[in-house]
């Protein structure tokens, strides 16, 4: 799991190959903690994606503040 999970995010097999087992734990926690704070955005914009309009465009206005 932990391979496939790091050539999900864009690591190479070679470049896998070479990684110490220290580097492979850490670049795994990174992949999963990059993962997990996507998940919680998503959930985070389909909540707001059922605000009434004003609140959402204020939502909008402050991401891209």
């Known amino acids: 799991d932990g391979i496939q999970r790091l050539v999900s995010a864009g690591h190479s097999l070679s470049e896998?190959?070479?990684y110490t087992l220290a580097q492979f734990e850490a670049f795994s926690r990174a992949v999963?903690?990059?993962?997990?704070e996507l998940l919680r955005d998503q959930a985070i914009n389909l909540r707001a994606a059922q605000y009434d309009k004003n609140d959402?465009?204020?939502y909008i206005k402050q991401l891209e503040s």
């Not at 999963?32 to 997990?36: G, S």
């Open 32 to 36: 999963v903690r990059e993962r997990r």
């Open 16 to 18: 896998i190959r070479g």
């Open 56 to 58: 959402f465009m204020r």
